[in-house]
């Protein structure tokens, strides 16, 4: 039974998290009693706002809101809030990978979505969310990175994708996949103009951002 291993596994892994760590790195550690709250919580799929223990609170998404991109979106679930732009420009392809295009994800922490971001206190934060990202989105089941490529050992797209934490409240990764995957589904590309081959060949940008 799927949900009956899923209950048990996040039982098992709020037991190994809370004992183990302080949560969400705060300096308030849970007490015993409050353990067993949420422990007996998981078993019996019921949260304290009435939420099972698999459902998400209501998710705010727009598309399309940052002027100057080529893709952006935003999303909000609980008190977590990011957003997400995509700039896109022609480069030369990979020598190891002549045949794809490129995805650079980039992720930044707002000094005013917590105070442990302020300073340097977000770095450890901000390359591991890009690590993650990147490692997602870098795989073939996620994008076709084939379609970024424009002429084949030569020119492709690559897109770069600047992820923005403007509040932080938890869900951290899940927030920040659904904006992301959101601005890339409505990234739209110009169209480009190939002329000529080898040292004649000649590329031409479209300017509409839309085509």
Not at 88 to 99: K, T
Request: one cysteine or more; aromatic letters at 8%; hydrophobic letters at 35%.
């Amino acid at each position: 039974n799927y949900r009956h291993h899923s209950h048990t596994f996040h039982k098992q892994w709020y037991q190994r998290r809370v004992r183990a760590h302080d949560v969400d790195n705060m300096t308030t550690r849970l007490s015993n009693a409050e353990i067993q709250y949420i422990v007996d919580g998981v078993e019996q799929d019921f949260r304290s706002d009435g939420r099972g223990a698999e459902d998400y609170r209501q998710i705010e998404l727009e598309t399309r809101i940052l002027p100057n991109t080529n893709g952006s979106a935003r999303c909000k679930l609980g008190k977590t809030e990011v957003l997400v732009g995509v700039k896109a420009e022609v480069v030369d392809v990979d020598v190891h990978a002549p045949h794809i295009g490129k995805l650079v994800i980039t992720a930044d922490c707002s000094a005013v979505a917590s105070p442990k971001f302020v300073g340097k206190g977000s770095e450890v934060l901000e390359n591991d969310l890009s690590n993650v990202l990147s490692f997602l989105y870098n795989s073939t089941n996620t994008i076709s990175l084939k379609d970024l490529c424009i002429v084949k050992g030569e020119s492709c797209w690559q897109l770069h994708v600047d992820v923005l934490f403007v509040q932080c409240g938890g869900n951290l990764f899940d927030v920040a996949s659904i904006a992301l995957k959101a601005a890339l589904y409505n990234t739209t590309l110009p169209i480009v103009k190939v002329s000529g081959e080898g040292i004649e060949m000649e590329m031409e940008v479209s300017d509409d951002p839309y085509h």
